[in-house]
């Protein structure tokens, strides 16, 4: 069975850095494109990053130069590299391969 387990959340300074990681079980990972989503109080869900299996990433616009995904094939691992941040990026922070979500970690900025 798959299971993604994101880790990395807490509270942080504007300004202020934090990785976040998301373990993977299961053998489909080197193979499956991995996101980052976010979910703010009161908003819904949206896509922050993306990373396919080979490599390439996609950002929101939110995001760009700030945030960096990446993965370790070798772990089942992706991160989330997430710099300057800002107080508009608190929120639970899930990860995602195909249909599987973790449940979410959380990370709030203060100002």
């Known amino acids: 069975q798959v299971q993604l387990v994101e880790s990395g959340g807490g509270l942080v300074q504007a300004g202020g850095s934090l990785r976040l990681s998301c373990i993977v079980s299961?053998?489909?990972?080197?193979?499956?494109?991995m996101d980052w989503y976010r979910q703010a109080p009161g908003k819904q869900r949206e896509l922050v990053a993306t990373?396919?299996?080979?490599?390439?990433?996609n950002y929101a616009d939110s995001v760009k130069g700030r945030f960096t995904i990446s993965r370790d094939n070798a772990k089942n691992t992706a991160y989330l590299q997430m710099n300057s941040l800002k107080p508009e990026d608190t929120g639970v922070y899930y990860c995602r391969m195909i249909i599987y979500w973790g449940k979410g970690t959380l990370v709030t900025v203060s100002s």
């Open positions: 299961g053998s489909i990972f080197s193979i499956a494109a």
């Open positions: 990373i396919t299996s080979g490599g390439s990433t």
